[in-house]
């Protein structure tokens, strides 16, 4: 008899954990292949066809269908392995729309002296979401292995109705405000409003905030019959100290595994924002926008770093280890393998910032115009508290590492601009600067993910860009653009989607694929 898993209890029934409908046996399977602990047979696997279905939304009122039959051609490899190639695939989709909205001649009122009325659009809003995706059957055999993997089923009608307004509400006084009813078939109601105000105390100087909430259901691999799989790294807690080795340290590879929930909650937020924009001399304007962003019961699967640290913290979770190579005398060492959970209402998410800009542009009469510009992010906090009470602070950190393949969380970004345009022409060139980042998990977390490289740090990274156009011809326009002068190199960063390249492609891509020169030539039609 298959094992049993209670999280997978729905509507009184329990799933079998080694059911193919939730492959996790098989994912672990094809994970003990990857350490050796497993031998596959070497017959040949057939061909076959695997038939997926999607219904998804396209905007209001919508109903879109995409399925697809993709033939499957199993190709043996000499070690008894097999991978898949895809023929092309048929696509149909069907659609209708339907977004009646109300414009402001349904509500026309005077403000006190502002001359402009105040408007009211209304919407409705109707999809149906079906999820069929039995996923690779061979992935199920172990036949496939060294990927990440999905599959999922489930089903639900949303419907939503909203209304906006815009209410200059005296001369210098404008307020707008929001509000938007949703209802899942398999979670309920939900109400978000939203308000605005800006004041204009004097002509150079304008006073802005905002408030709003927000909602999100859990999606359909978070709560349907599903199961995913994919890679992260990990300090082993258990090997490392005692192997020293990269791969228990932090270099090697660990499978996240995080299985469908039915009792998921919405996730529910709260974000604020207040700011001003000044104007204290003709051409020179500058805004600063404070942030704050507080969600709460946020959807997680495994982060695999937490569950390992503590496994007492994760009652549901599930830590796989290799037998065959565990160190003698010390129980449940084997090398990890994977790390499985149900998704979970896990966090409190927080997070605050600033964003400043400042711009001037100079006339230089016959000389043409000079434009200088700045833009700035700074992140305060970004932190997690999780249910057992443990709270942990990102900003300027790697982590949370199972987030965007371990992008980190540089705490400043800004870019620097200066653009001269005189007639047809334009030239500009960028400054772009991203911040270090400590090669932490977190700040109350210090061990070093990448203890051999950089002193457990990873460099700013400064590029300078610059680009030209010229439009003295009728309809045409040439331009051209140099991205990375100077050829700078991206910062070494081993951490980065988990030690696969070497540097972090979602900050300092450019500086991997080193200067490049561009060319073209562009005509528009009357």
């Known amino acids: 008899m298959s094992a049993l898993h209670p999280i997978l209890a729905r509507k009184g029934r329990f799933l079998p954990l080694?059911?193919?409908?939730?492959?996790?046996?098989?994912?672990?399977?094809?994970?003990?292949?990857?350490?050796?602990?497993f031998r596959f047979?070497?017959?040949?696997?057939?061909?076959?066809?695997?038939?997926?279905?999607?219904?998804?939304?396209?905007?209001?009122?919508?109903?879109?269908?995409?399925?697809?039959?993709?033939?499957?051609?199993?190709?043996?490899?000499?070690?008894?392995?097999?991978?898949?190639?895809?023929?092309?695939?048929?696509?149909?989709?069907?659609?209708?729309?339907?977004?009646?909205?109300?414009?402001?001649?349904?509500?026309?009122?005077?403000a006190p002296g502002s001359g402009v009325n105040a408007a009211l659009a209304l919407g409705a809003e109707y999809r149906r979401e079906e999820l069929n995706n039995p996923g690779e059957p061979e992935v199920f055999l172990g036949q496939i292995m060294g990927l990440g993997y999905s599959s999922g089923q489930a089903s639900r009608n949303v419907?939503?109705?909203?209304?906006?307004?815009?209410?200059?509400?005296?001369?210098?006084?404008?307020?707008?405000?929001?509000?938007?009813?949703?209802?899942?078939?398999?979670?309920?109601?939900?109400?978000?409003?939203?308000?605005?105000?800006?004041?204009?105390?004097?002509?150079?100087?304008?006073?802005?905030g905002t408030y709003s909430t927000g909602f999100r259901a859990p999606g359909p691999?978070?709560?349907?019959?599903?199961?995913?799989?994919?890679f992260t790294s990990v300090v082993d807690p258990v090997r490392c100290p005692i192997t020293g080795s990269p791969a228990d340290c932090g270099s090697g590879t660990v499978g996240v595994i995080a299985i469908g929930n039915p009792n998921l909650q919405p996730e529910k937020s709260k974000t604020w924002t207040v700011g001003f924009v000044w104007e204290p001399l003709p051409g020179l304007n500058g805004t600063i926008d404070y942030w704050n962003i507080a969600t709460k019961q946020v959807i997680n699967g495994a982060d695999a770093q937490l569950v390992v640290n503590d496994p007492s913290a994760f009652p549901n979770a599930l830590i796989t280890r290799n037998p065959a190579d565990a160190i003698p005398g010390v129980p449940n060492s084997g090398t990890l393998?994977?790390?499985?959970?149900?998704?979970?209402?896990?966090?409190?998410q927080e997070t605050d910032g600033v964003d400043v800009s400042a711009r001037y542009r100079w006339d230089m009469k016959d000389y043409g115009a000079l434009t200088t510009g700045l833009e700035w992010t700074h992140v305060?906090?970004?932190?997690?508290?999780?249910?057992?009470?443990?709270?942990?602070?990102?900003?300027?950190?790697?982590?949370?590492?199972?987030?965007?393949?371990?992008?980190?969380i540089?705490?400043?970004?800004?870019?620097?601009?200066?653009?001269?345009?005189?007639?047809?022409?334009?030239?500009t060139g960028i400054v772009r600067y991203i911040g270090p980042m400590d090669t932490i998990e977190a700040k109350e977390l210090p061990d070093c993910l990448q203890p051999d490289f950089n002193n457990c740090t990873v460099a700013s990274f400064t590029t300078l860009d610059l680009s030209a156009s010229y439009r003295g011809f009728k309809n045409w326009e040439i331009f051209g653009s140099v991205i990375n002068v100077f050829n700078r190199l991206a910062p070494f960063d081993v951490q980065a989607a988990y030690g696969g390249y070497n540097y972090n492609y979602n900050y300092a891509n450019t500086g991997a694929?080193?200067?490049?020169?561009?060319?073209?030539?562009?005509?528009t039609f009357n």
């Open 337 to 348: 393998l994977a790390v499985s959970t149900p998704f979970l209402n896990d966090f409190k």
């Open 41 to 110: 047979g070497e017959a040949p696997a057939p061909d076959g066809y695997r038939r997926s279905e999607l219904f998804y939304p396209v905007s209001s009122k919508v109903f879109r269908r995409s399925r697809l039959r993709i033939p499957v051609k199993l190709i043996e490899h000499p070690v008894g392995l097999t991978r898949l190639r895809r023929r092309k695939a048929d696509v149909v989709h069907l659609q209708w729309l339907a977004a009646p909205e109300v414009d402001d001649r349904l509500l026309r009122v005077d």
């Open 380 to 408: 305060f906090h970004f932190s997690r508290e999780f249910n057992d009470g443990s709270k942990y602070q990102y900003a300027g950190t790697h982590g949370p590492t199972v987030l965007s393949s371990s992008a980190g």
């Open 159 to 208: 419907g939503a109705v909203y209304a906006e307004l815009f209410a200059p509400l005296l001369k210098n006084l404008e307020l707008t405000a929001a509000l938007r009813y949703d209802h899942y078939s398999d979670y309920g109601s939900n109400w978000a409003p939203k308000v605005g105000v800006k004041y204009t105390p004097i002509q150079q100087l304008v006073l802005r």
């Open 221 to 230: 691999y978070e709560s349907g019959l599903s199961a995913t799989n994919g």
């Open 410 to 427: 540089p705490q400043d970004k800004w870019n620097l601009t200066l653009a001269w345009e005189r007639g047809p022409w334009n030239v």
């Open 18 to 37: 080694l059911s193919t409908a939730i492959p996790i046996a098989a994912l672990l399977t094809g994970l003990l292949a990857r350490q050796g602990a």
């Open 513 to 523: 694929t080193g200067t490049q020169f561009n060319l073209g030539v562009r005509y």
